[in-house]
């Protein structure tokens, strides 16, 4: 069964940093990994679609790798602004591109 | 991107009544479509999978005649809560899959669902 660790659980950062956001799997036969960003009592916004055979993607300021060897994706935000303040969830796919599995998210307060 | 739209977004309802959530892929078909409940401050849990034109897939512990599931058409299924406690309370959110490159899933905005 996969399981979805994200770490770490809670994140405030000065507006303009770097930072980095992590999530760890146990099963590597995936499918594909999706970040999405969820804003309080809204719907998920996808982000960043990686496939298995990807290593990383790029949209704009974010960036996202994708390592099954070591079981890890991380999410690069470059000059993280006010307006990027939400949490954050990975999503692994399973290799039959059936069901997501959920990591439980990294709330990130970008503070002005 | 593919848009998924949810109806209601947000309901409340007595205890014992049933609430029928749509979720509709607005510019692409999707033969399957997904369920999630999310609890406060928690991750999504996938309930059941939905496909079009035949049964729903649902999670273990999920139940079947609680959570009625009906993908009668490539662009809408619904999710109908019976005779709902507020125990069911919680922020419903459908998905549904652009079939193509990546399988990539879109989100709809979800249904605040509060039962009395």
């Known amino acids: 069964k996969q399981e979805v660790t994200q770490i770490p659980a809670a994140l405030s950062v000065p507006e303009g940093e770097n930072l980095v956001l992590n999530c760890s799997f146990t099963?590597?036969?995936?499918?594909?990994l999706q970040w999405f960003r969820q804003d309080p009592g809204k719907g998920l916004t996808s982000l960043l679609l990686?496939?298995?055979?990807?290593r990383e993607q790029t949209s704009g300021r974010l960036n996202a790798s994708l390592d099954k060897s070591s079981g890890r994706s991380t999410l690069y935000i470059a000059a993280s602004q006010p307006g990027d303040s939400a949490t954050y969830l990975c999503?692994?796919?399973?290799?039959?591109?059936?069901?997501?599995?959920f990591g439980d998210g990294t709330t990130l307060t970008v503070k002005p | 991107g593919a848009v998924v739209s949810q109806h209601p977004s947000r309901v409340i309802c007595k205890s014992g009544t049933s609430v029928k959530i749509e979720c509709r892929s607005l510019?692409?078909?999707?033969?399957?479509m997904f369920w999630y409940r999310q609890f406060p401050k928690k991750s999504l849990m996938l309930m059941a999978t939905?496909?079009?034109?035949?049964?729903?897939?649902?999670e273990q512990g999920v139940e079947k005649d609680k959570f009625l599931i009906n993908h009668a058409s490539l662009t809408l299924s619904t999710l109908t809560v019976t005779s709902a406690h507020p125990e069911d309370s919680s922020f419903y959110i459908c998905?549904?899959?652009?079939?193509?490159?990546?399988?990539?899933?879109?989100f709809g905005p979800g249904t605040r669902l509060t039962v009395l």
């Open positions: 998905s549904a899959d652009l079939a193509g490159v990546g399988n990539e899933q879109f």
């Open positions: 099963d590597s036969a995936i499918y594909n």
């Open positions: 990686i496939q298995s055979s990807q």
């Open positions: 999503a692994m796919r399973d290799a039959n591109a059936g069901k997501s599995t």
């Open positions: 510019d692409f078909q999707a033969t399957t």
């Open positions: 939905s496909n079009e034109g035949s049964k729903a897939t649902y």
